[in-house]
């Protein structure tokens, strides 16, 4: 099993670019999260989704939007991208029947 | 409002002894708690959980203790490891219903000296 997968590792976009971060997990989970990491401020949830079909804003969702397209998927867009975007961003995944979620190893985004 | 807190951001310890992470928490219907490891370039991984029903719970050399009363937790690492040296994520949950969010403290950096 990959567990959590994310692409891309490593991206650099300019201003006002779009892009679309992949997440895909094969532990048959029923929830996803993207979360970004910035330095001080630990992970913040952007987007969730409980369940497939279903989508939540978090707590940081300005500028961004999800696509939960399957059960396994579940992908973040950056329409118009902004410097303040500049992070790392976590995907991760959980079952019905545990707490714990589990994280895929990232994407380092940049905006210039 | 930083309903969960990590007030160090980071801890250096000596090989061998003890490692103590602290972690403060400001919602009283938090009644799940983890701790994840981070390595630099990776994701967080999950290391241990507590219940709000217990006080205790010990994986190895890894025990996590709950202080409801005081909305504490600590996560005690003996004995320290080179290999423990990462950033050490506290997170709380208000329960199992519905997606079963995650807040997370801002993260503990550990260095494990020789």
């Known amino acids: 099993n990959a567990g959590v997968t994310q692409t891309p590792k490593f991206q650099v976009l300019k201003t006002g670019q779009s892009m679309t971060l992949q997440c895909a997990q094969d532990?048959?989970?029923?929830?996803m999260y993207w979360y970004r990491q910035d330095p001080g401020m630990g992970l913040r949830l952007i987007y969730y989704?409980?369940?497939?079909?279903?989508?939540d804003k978090g707590e940081v969702p300005n500028g961004y939007n999800v696509s939960r397209l399957n059960k396994r998927e579940f992908s973040l867009r950056l329409e118009s991208a902004a410097p303040s975007q500049t992070s790392v961003y976590f995907c991760?995944?959980?079952?019905?029947?545990?707490?714990?979620?589990?994280f895929g190893p990232g994407t380092r985004l940049t905006v210039t | 409002d930083q309903q969960v807190k990590q007030n160090s951001p980071s801890l250096s310890v000596q090989e061998g002894r003890i490692s103590i992470l602290n972690c403060d928490y400001t919602?009283?219907?938090?009644?799940?708690f983890l701790w994840y490891k981070k390595y630099p370039a990776e994701g967080p991984t999950f290391l241990i959980s507590?219940?709000?029903?217990?006080d205790k719970n010990e994986d190895g050399r890894f025990t996590v203790f709950l202080n409801k009363s005081a909305k504490h937790l600590s996560l005690h690492i003996v004995p320290s490891q080179p290999g423990d040296s990462a950033v050490y994520f506290c997170a709380a949950s208000d329960g199992l219903q519905g997606a079963q969010k995650l807040v997370f403290g801002q993260g503990t950096r550990l260095t494990i000296n020789p």
């Open positions: 991760a995944s959980r079952s019905y029947t545990g707490y714990e979620q589990y």
């Open positions: 532990m048959n989970h029923n929830s």
């Open positions: 989704s409980a369940s497939e079909g279903t989508t």
């Open positions: 507590i219940s709000s029903i217990k």
């Open positions: 919602n009283s219907m938090f009644d799940y």
